[in-house]
């Protein structure tokens, strides 16, 4: 059967357009990833040593189509959903210069200080950062939510983190998001989510 090489990835014809949607989803990954991420994503693709229960369960949701070679496919898909979750989070977001217009900053070093600070979410996205809009409010203290900088404080996890645990529905806010619950004002609900907050990315 005759071979395609693609981007120097030699692939039989019959997995050609296969092929090339996942370089395709690859390369747009890579252009939006930061160093670090990039890293990430070489770590994972190194050889791993799994554990033998690890073993035993992939085999068991896997069945007979199983092959640790799999491994490398799960861990690239994997990948592709959190680019994807990253790039809906950050769909309503605004820059560092729309950022300093939108609270009447007059140098945009001060949305930067408060990145620092934790008292505004942004994440570097392409080289830019990007900040969402959700956090936003013109009768809060600072033109934020109320209580976000003390709970973005609280939150002992990467930026990233944050942004996806604060937009996740939450059991014990009968299925409310960590920022609507900030958005309700009710104190006692505000109170309650710190208290969750201090548990976010505790070893258990």
């Not at 120097?8 to 991420?37: G, N, T």
């Not at 033998?52 to 990948?79: H, W």
Request: charged share 30%; glycine share 6%; hydrophobic share 40%.
């Amino acid at each position: 059967m005759k071979n395609t090489v693609i981007h120097q990835i030699e692939v039989s014809q019959d997995k050609d357009e296969i092929a090339k949607a996942i370089l395709h989803h690859v390369e747009a990954s890579i252009s939006e990833a930061s160093p670090e991420h990039l890293q990430r994503i070489v770590d994972a693709l190194k050889p791993k040593v799994v554990a033998a229960d690890t073993l035993v369960l992939a085999k068991k949701i896997a069945g007979d189509d199983y092959s640790e070679g799999n491994l490398a496919m799960l861990e690239l898909a994997n990948l592709e959903r959190y680019y994807q979750r990253r790039r809906e989070l950050l769909k309503s977001s605004i820059t560092t210069p729309e950022v300093a217009k939108l609270i009447g900053c007059q140098a945009i070093t001060t949305v930067h200080d408060r990145r620092k600070a934790g008292t505004l979410l942004g994440l570097k996205d392409n080289g830019v950062y990007k900040f969402p809009l959700w956090q936003f409010d013109p009768e809060g203290d600072d033109s934020v939510i109320d209580r976000l900088p003390e709970l973005l404080k609280t939150l002992q996890i990467s930026d990233f983190a944050k942004l996806n645990w604060l937009s996740k529905p939450l059991r014990a806010f009968e299925g409310r998001t960590p920022v609507e619950v900030l958005k309700s004002g009710d104190e006692r609900d505000v109170e309650d989510l710190i208290v969750e907050a201090r548990g976010v990315g505790v070893a258990q």
